[in-house]
């Protein structure tokens, strides 16, 4: 009788625990197009960062921007690199940002910029990606050059991320 308790509690517990961990809310990067349709989340662990990689529309030189997830939601803007000066490209930080000149590469850092969203409109000749956890996507895969892609962040109870990632 009393093992019979044991095994009744211990299926409790690991149940209620099971319920938590999906209930739990967690950071979500997510893709939609022009009309708001969801097109690709991610989920984002703590302290995550993603990559918007492009070539320039003017210097014609790749340039990475580093994006993490704000707390309260939205997306901060951490570091910018690219090779070369040009027009429309970083050359001076603001407030507690550093420029640094690295071996073929300069880089913005420091820096807390703050978007609700960021929207991209997909170059035909920018070749847009995104960089994330080791893995490239161009953007095309997911919008035609032209289109525009809006990148957020939404926070999401676990099992409602894992059915969607199923879905993709």
Known sequence: MERRIRR???????????????????????????????LRIFPLGAGD??????????ARRPVREIFTAARD???????????????????EPYDA??????????RVVGMRRRFPSVTVRVGRVAEHA???????????????PGG?????????PVFWIAFQVVLQ
Do not use: M, Q
């Not at 509690?9 to 969801?38: D, H, K, M, Q, Y």
């Not at 960062?49 to 003017?58: D, E």
């Not at 940002?97 to 300069?106: A, P």
């Open 148 to 156: 525009s892609l809006t990148f957020g962040v939404e926070f999401r």
């Open 97 to 106: 940002e550093r420029f640094l000149v690295e071996r073929d590469v300069f």
């Open 8 to 38: 009744r509690l211990t299926a409790v517990l690991i149940s209620c625990s099971v319920f938590v961990l999906l209930s739990a809310i967690v950071p979500t990067l997510t893709v939609r197009n022009a009309s708001g349709t969801l």
């Open 130 to 144: 995104l960089l994330l956890r080791g893995n490239e996507t161009p953007l095309r895969a997911w919008e035609k």
């Open 49 to 58: 960062s993603f990559i918007i990689r492009y070539t320039h529309s003017v």
């Open 73 to 91: 939601g939205g997306l901060l803007l951490r570091e910018t690199t690219f090779d070369a000066f040009g027009a429309g490209l970083p050359f």
